[in-house]
T-cell receptor, first 107, second 121 residues
Framework: DIQMTQSPSSVSASVGDRVTITCRAS??????LAWYQQKPGKAPKLLIY???SLQSGVPSRFNGSGSGTDFTLTISSLQREDFGTYYC?????????FGQGTRLDIK | EVQLLESGGGLVEPGGSLRLSCEGS????????MTWVRQAPGKGLQWVSV????????YYADSVKGRFNISRDNSKNTLFLQMDSLRVEDTAIYYC??????????????RGQGTQVTVSS
């Protein structure tokens, strides 16, 4: 199985800050990576697919990059509504696997 | 608007069975792969199973293989998860999701509220 490791596990940042979350796959997955945002008590929301493609309706301040084993989700200018837990997910092969999550708090 | 409505969760004793349902609307149901993902209390997301648009291909996580069965009725726009031999560790919120594109590589759209499954004596 492909293991997905996210860092950091948690981050606290201020409105307007640039925030970066990284995700590393235990083996190469090409560009088959998705990012999700989950708020407490809610279902996950797809933000990015195929490593850098923005899902329809997602603000352009969310940016994905990377390929192979190393990927990054960047929020260019943090907004108050961006709090929550972020997960990466590899879509290269079964079983589908998720990272352990990165909790983002707003200072 | 894409909508998914999960149902069928509840409290069941270890060794028992439940059948989850997920009704889709707002899209051509038969054209998209569907998946189940679960989340144990206070934990992260865990993939459970996936089924192709036609229903002809299915995949399972090792932790549920042989106990869970995914299926779909495209005439009723409904996805199912038959869960047998349930264990305490199956306790979680179960979400269904629609593939964001054709195939399985474009991520998953979660458009429901999930259904709670609790396995306890």
């Amino acid at each position: 199985d492909i293991q997905m490791t996210q860092s950091p596990s948690s981050v606290s940042a201020s409105v307007g800050d640039r925030v970066t979350i990284t995700c590393r796959a235990s083996q190469g997955i090409g560009s088959w990576l998705a990012w999700y945002q989950q708020k407490p008590g809610k279902a996950p929301k797809l933000l990015i697919y195929a490593a850098f493609s923005l899902q329809s309706g997602v603000p352009s301040r969310f940016n994905g990059s990377g390929s192979g084993t190393d990927f990054t989700l960047t929020i260019s200018s943090l907004q108050r509504e961006d709090f929550g837990t972020y997960y990466c997910q590899q879509a290269n092969s079964f079983p589908i696997t998720f990272g352990q999550g990165t909790r983002l708090d707003i200072k | 608007e894409v909508q998914l409505l999960e149902s069928g969760g509840g409290l069941v004793e270890p060794g028992g069975s439940l059948r989850l349902s997920c009704e889709g609307s707002g899209f051509t149901f038969r054209s998209y792969g569907m998946t189940w993902v679960r989340q144990a209390p206070g934990k992260g997301l865990q993939w459970v199973s996936v089924i192709s648009g036609s229903g002809g291909s299915t995949y399972y996580a090792d932790s549920v293989k042989g106990r869970f069965n995914i299926s779909r009725d495209n005439s009723k726009n409904t996805l199912f998860l038959q869960m047998d031999s349930l264990r305490v560790e199956d306790t979680a919120i179960y979400y269904c999701a629609k593939s964001a594109g054709r195939g399985y590589v474009y991520g998953w759209e979660f458009r429901g509220q999930g259904t709670q499954v609790t396995v306890s004596s």
